[in-house]
């Protein structure tokens, strides 16, 4: 029998840890898994905030039962329609058919587009700062659409100034011990939870801007969100991490070095730059084969740093094929506030440094720092200067940017 979690007294976290669904959305790897939070609240109504996955909803009905027996249940809030948050609603209606779900215009829309067939009378609609009285809890809403979709919301618990943030404060990984930040060594969740920034909610900097103004005089003593850790101990860094993440500020000093490569030589490249930036005291220097990494820790490693380098040898007149969809997604995103050096390697007529300059030009808030620099086969000793001085106008401006 599973045992209950406690948020609170009257909270319950009825959430489910996933370790067997090997991608997110299908692309984004989950080496630790991840869980799709669901939270009860006992009161004289009784209401879920948020569902769980299709494929999770027997242990997810399983505590439902365990926490409250045999009796029904008025509400389930839905802040976001996405199947890892509304796949086990359908069996949950089945299972409580006097449930009543609250979303607004577009969540009840987009259920409906998904296939569960709701009546009128099952339905509550809600819009900004509507309340949603439980008895002790009242409830209300802030939309934050496009964190991530265009119908996510988030609920803020007025009682016990909780905030069911949904997607926005997510993170990736399992909650094996835990379920707050100061129960955990949380390090880890800081770093699956830009990983989870940069790779679903990167691109919507502008909205995300929106919701932070608008809890900005919200009360918050628990952050309970969708994915991963509660956060109430850490509240103003984790605030402050995601102020810069919407406004695509790098978070620390460092340089992350990206390359493709076949035969080595422009790796070799890359290894000169990381040396001289290690030369130069830059101690955050990371340079990833993106043959190897998944382009998700990239994204992650390039949201925290404020240097970036990248290099490809030239493949069919283009950018190596693994390095495409990489710089595809990060031109996607809209990629700003950034300093670039470009380097790669050729044989004939080139093709990986063109590309890599057109994605720049693509990017206006991106500074490119010198020319790029392309060798053919073995490092010239001139282009090897090349590397050297890139890597010294790269720490120069960053140590300039030290308080
Ligand atoms: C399939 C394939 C396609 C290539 N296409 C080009 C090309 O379009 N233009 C070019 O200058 N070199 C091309 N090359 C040569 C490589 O870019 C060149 O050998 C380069 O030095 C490899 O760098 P690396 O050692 O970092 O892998 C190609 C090589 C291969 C195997
Ligand atoms: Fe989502
Ligand atoms: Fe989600």
């Known amino acids: 029998m599973y045992c209950c979690t406690k948020v609170n007294d009257d909270i319950i976290w009825i959430g489910v840890n996933d370790r067997k669904t090997p991608r997110f959305e299908n692309y984004i790897p989950l080496d630790a898994g991840v869980t799709y939070n669901s939270y009860l609240i006992i009161d004289e109504k009784i209401c879920i905030i948020d569902g769980v996955e299709a494929g999770e909803g027997g242990e997810f009905y399983s505590?439902?039962?365990?926490?409250?027996?045999?009796?029904?249940?008025?509400?389930?809030?839905?802040?976001?329609?996405?199947?890892?948050?509304?796949?086990?609603?359908k069996g949950l209606v089945k299972l409580y058919p006097e449930i009543k779900i609250v979303g607004n215009v577009k969540t009840i829309m987009m259920l409906k587009d998904l296939g569960l067939n709701l009546k009128d009378d099952q339905v509550v609609v809600v819009k900004e700062k509507d309340v949603l009285d439980l008895g002790k809890h009242k409830l209300t809403f802030y939309m934050m659409p496009m964190v991530h979709w265009p119908e996510s919301m988030s609920t803020y618990d007025m009682t016990d100034k909780i905030l069911f943030s949904n997607d926005a404060f997510g993170s990736f990984g399992t909650l094996d011990g835990g379920i707050f930040d100061d129960e955990v060594n949380n390090e880890f969740f800081e770093d699956e939870m830009r990983r989870y920034y940069s790779n679903i909610?990167?691109?919507?900097?502008?909205?995300?801007?929106?919701?932070?103004?608008?809890?900005?005089?919200?009360?918050?003593?628990?952050?309970?969100?969708?994915?991963?850790?509660?956060?109430?101990?850490?509240i103003p860094e984790v605030f402050k991490k995601y102020q810069l993440w919407a406004n695509m500020e790098a978070e620390k000093e460092g340089v992350v070095i990206l390359y493709a490569s076949m035969?080595?030589?422009?790796?070799?490249?890359?290894?000169?730059?990381?040396?001289?930036?290690?030369?130069?005291?830059?101690?955050?220097?990371?340079?990833?084969?993106?043959?190897?990494?998944?382009?998700?820790?990239?994204?992650?490693?390039?949201?925290?740093?404020?240097?970036?380098?990248?290099?490809?040898?030239?493949?069919?007149?283009?950018?190596?094929?693994?390095?495409?969809?990489?710089?595809?997604?990060?031109?996607?995103?809209?990629?700003?506030n950034r300093y670039l050096g470009i380097f790669g390697n050729m044989m004939w007529n080139g093709g990986?440094?063109?590309?890599?300059?057109?994605?720049?030009?693509?990017?206006?808030?991106?500074?490119?720092?010198?020319?790029?620099?392309?060798?053919?086969?073995?490092?010239?000793?001139?282009?090897?200067?090349k590397l050297i001085e890139l890597a010294s106008i790269m720490a120069e401006k960053l140590i300039a940017e030290r308080k």
Not at 357 to 374: H, K, N, Q, R, Y
Request: aromatic residues 8%; neutral net charge; contains cysteine.
């Open 201 to 234: 909610v990167g691109k919507y900097g502008a909205p995300v801007n929106g919701i932070m103004k608008k809890l900005a005089n919200v009360e918050i003593s628990v952050i309970a969100p969708a994915h991963g850790l509660l956060w109430r101990k850490n």
């Open 352 to 385: 990986g440094v063109k590309g890599i300059c057109d994605f720049a030009a693509s990017l206006p808030g991106l500074e490119v720092l010198t020319e790029p620099i392309e060798a053919k086969g073995a490092v010239t000793p001139l282009q090897r200067d």
């Open 263 to 336: 035969y080595g030589h422009t790796a070799e490249m890359a290894e000169v730059l990381g040396r001289e930036l290690g030369n130069r005291g830059i101690t955050d220097v990371i340079i990833y084969d993106c043959s190897k990494t998944d382009q998700s820790y990239i994204f992650s490693s390039i949201w925290k740093y404020k240097g970036l380098m990248i290099g490809s040898c030239a493949h069919n007149n283009d950018i190596y094929p693994r390095l495409q969809p990489v710089l595809h997604k990060l031109a996607n995103y809209g990629l700003k």
């Open 63 to 89: 505590k439902i039962e365990a926490t409250i027996g045999n009796s029904k249940i008025d509400y389930i809030v839905v802040n976001h329609v996405e199947p890892d948050h509304s796949g086990a609603i």
